[in-house]
């Protein structure tokens, strides 16, 4: 067996990524958030919501 490369663990208590939307937010920044800046969930979903917010602009 070869050495273990990386490991990735979900604990269940995801938290938004959102750091970056309360900054823009408090700059007066306009700004769309999607995928796992909104909540923690799926890749089809952060895909459909950048594709939704892309064909906005």
Do not use: C
Not at 21 to 41: M, N, T, W, Y
């Amino acid at each position: 067996m070869s050495p273990v490369q990386n490991v990735t663990y979900l604990s269940g208590r995801a938290k938004a990524a959102n750091w970056l939307a309360h900054e823009l937010a408090e700059l007066g920044v306009a700004f769309v958030e999607i995928g796992d800046g909104v909540a923690p969930r799926q890749a089809p979903y952060a895909f459909y919501e950048g594709r939704v917010a892309g064909t906005n602009l």
